[in-house]
């Protein structure tokens, strides 16, 4: 198992991964769930402190995670999947260590991630990794969940420990 970040040649595959397990798991179409971000992946997940990664096993992606900024303290989890047939392995939960490592590193206080209330692995395994749920909203007659982590456990010894 290896996780590391994408080269433009992982994008359909990365694409079709995504796509279908939105479609065919969760039941969700692109008019719910566009796709407009795998159109220039190095310029959406590459730039402005985001990143995205992929699970690589025996050659084969199985799994991804991206971050873009969605403030400058705020990181927002995008695209957080594993494939069906590659889940219970604990592939998501490396692809969640290494995307809060980074956020950490890039200076983010919180991320964030949404979901639909179907994507409920993804939901489970995020307040296994200290997300909290925010708020919930409708898009389309789909529930939508907010869910966020802070990265600085206590904002007063953070600065207690820079002053030191």
């Known amino acids: 198992?290896?996780?590391?970040?994408?080269?433009?040649?992982?994008?359909?595959v990365i694409k079709e991964l995504v796509t279908a397990t939105m479609e065919h798991e969760i039941g969700l179409?692109?008019?719910?769930y566009p796709v407009d971000d795998f159109e220039d992946m190095a310029r959406t997940y590459g730039e402005d402190n985001g990143v995205f990664f992929v699970a690589e096993e025996n050659g084969r992606i199985v799994g991804g995670i991206g971050l873009t900024k969605e403030s400058d303290d705020v990181g927002l989890v995008r695209r957080f999947f594993v494939d069906?047939?590659?889940?219970?392995?604990?592939?998501?939960?490396l692809l969640m260590e290494n995307i809060t490592d980074f956020s950490k590193n890039g200076g983010y206080k919180r991320i964030?991630?949404?979901a639909t209330g179907r994507m409920i692995p993804a939901i489970s395994l995020c307040v296994k990794n200290?997300?909290?749920?925010?708020?919930k909203l409708s898009?389309?007659?789909?529930?939508i969940a907010r869910?966020?982590?802070d990265l600085i456990e206590n904002e007063s010894e953070e600065k207690g420990c820079q002053k030191r």
């Open 1 to 12: 198992m290896k996780i590391r970040i994408f080269k433009e040649g992982d994008v359909n």
């Open 29 to 32: 179409n692109q008019e719910v």
């Open 84 to 93: 069906a047939a590659s889940r219970r392995k604990g592939i998501g939960s």
């Open 112 to 114: 964030e991630f949404r």
């Open 130 to 135: 200290g997300f909290l749920e925010k708020e």
């Open 139 to 143: 898009l389309f007659g789909v529930e």
């Open 147 to 149: 869910l966020s982590k």
